[in-house]
RNA sequence: GCGCCCUUAGCUCAGUCGGUAGAGCACCGGCCUUUUAAGCCGUGGGUCCUGGGUUCGAGUCCCAGAGGGCGCACCA
């Protein structure tokens, strides 16, 4: 990208810190030079440790601490600072007597807000009762030449977080706090799996035939092989193949990509964690749901079993609501099962709906779905025994084949996870994928071309198994309470800035 | 892809009916020995997103474009 030409005020302001790098440079300190700083103690330990320090008292350990400076205060012959590190903050106390007049007068002078600074000290609470590090000794670890957002408000500019993330991580706390939660959720996630004997594995994200959804995958090609390839739109043909050959608990926690549009709720590219367990159904799945979701909503709440999200409580006692599929239309919407297993009546109802000629009894039914059930699933709720038409992967019911042993999990009326009984019979397999061709050879570009290499597998024997896929950003949706998918994804998709 | 809204100083935002571009913070200079966004005084700082148009005159009105947000469509 060309550098953007510069306001003047902005160059003026880069100007003023370069100068304090050289001012610092000519003192032998400079920032650059440095490779390593002995960090003794987080911010937030010494919060902690700290607590019953009184006012006007000071102890005499001494702590190392490294941070950025975002606040600058106190400019006579004493200074404050608030250090951040990862951790929180913590309050730096400059006085001439104890960090020395010329070191002082240095600090004031050439140290920046946004500068990366290693400090030593003794620990004290000043007489207004802030706990701070007296500061004997400080170094600049790294300088700030682009002059840090607003003190108070910090960086509101939705655009600009996005596409500098590191800038909104830097001054938004609240922000970074969110995406460290991300990570200890997936953390605890996999510590979870790991003790329930899951193995992870990880399976191609380039491959041939997109399967295992329906959706539009990304397309790219390999040069050497002359070969036009796709991005996985799903993991579920690959980790059931795996199961095929003996790994009995598998999972991946994977990026998966689809073409589609973008909104609150869609990112191109996502996480997905999908998970397989022979010898289960999915009524051990869905038990298994209920522990996984309630021990993570325990994990983010101290023990709770309840997650405020936006306006709303969602409520994750165990057991979950469930609703089985057919009823929950009869209960909203009225519907009887033949209006919506038939064609022509489910296209008839879609239509009164308002929903624009379905191209397809799937489509129909599903938009049904959505506008009649999806929006009273508040709190936790499967919905079970999904119809096989909109089920090409999973089980037949053995006393209803036109359902099938299959739920989806709605919270706050977002799909959160979709399970089901695999489908282990490879003749049925077959004959789905040649529906589905069908429907792809008719012009619906998301129906997927069959994998007659999955076929094969199944061929070979699958176990009875259950598999459940769960979105990963969504679930962190519901756990750190945003309401946008992009304040989940550090780096979500932006179009790039064309040259002004 | 469609509709509505937004884009003004480094940041956060005002800008009336079309009449010379504003504030707070930050920065810079000076003073100050206990601050908590936050002592006091002073100086400087603008591609009003871009390009056209209307007009004596456009940040403001019109057209086109860029980026973003929200909603719809598609999807999870």
Known sequence: METLELGAREAELIAARRENLAALRSMGADPYAITRFNVTAKASELQRRFTDLPAGEHRAEHFAVAGRVMLLRGQGNIAFADLWDESGKIQLFLKSDVVGKVRLKAFQR???????????????????????????????????????????????????????????????????????????????????????NFVEVETPVLINIAGGATARPFQTHHNALGLDLNLRIATE?????????????????????????????????????????????????????????????????????????????????????????LDALREYGGYARADLLDVEPAVRIAESLGIPKPPSHTHALDKIFETVVEPHLVDP??????????????????????????????????????????????????????????DRDAGDAEAPPPDWDFIAALEVGMPPTAGIGIGI?????????????????????????TER
């Open 237 to 325: 043909l690959y980790l059931k193949r795996l199961v095929v050959g003996g790994i009995e608990r598998v999972y991946e926690i994977g990026r998966i990509f689809r073409n589609e549009g973008i909104d609150t709720k869609h990112n191109p590219e996502f996480t997905m964690m999908e998970l397989y367990a022979a010898y289960w159904s999915y009524e051990e799945m869905a038990q298994f749901t209920e522990e996984l979701l309630a021990h993570l909503v325990a994990m983010v709440t101290d023990g709770g079993n309840t997650l405020a999200y936006g306006e709303r409580t969602l409520d994750f006692r165990r057991p979950f609501k469930r609703i089985k599929y």
């Open 381 to 438: 709720t499967f919905v079970m025994d999904i119809p096989v038409l909109l089920s090409p992967l999973a089980k037949r019911r053995a006393d209803d084949p036109q359902l099938t042993e299959r739920f989806e999990l709605f919270i706050a009326n977002m799909e959160a996870c979709n399970a089901f009984s695999e489908l282990n019979d490879p003749d049925d397999q077959r004959g789905r994928f040649e529906e589905q061709a069908r």
């Open 110 to 196: 050439y140290v920046d807000r946004g500068d990366l600074l290693g400090v030593q000290g003794r620990i004290a609470r000043t007489k207004l009762g802030e706990l701070s590090l007296l500061v004997e000794q400080y170094d600049v670890l790294g300088k700030a030449l682009a002059p840090l957002p607003d003190k108070w408000h910090g960086l509101v500019d939705v655009e600009r977080r996005y596409r500098q993330r590191y800038l909104d991580l830097a001054v938004n706390p609240e922000v970074r706090d969110v995406f460290l939660m991300r990570s200890r959720i997936i953390a605890e996630m996999r510590r979870f799996l790991e003790a329930r």
């Open 473 to 497: 950003d969504r679930l962190v949706m519901y756990l750190t309470n945003q309401q946008s998918i992009r304040d989940v994804i550090l780096f979500p998709l932006q179009r790039p800035i």
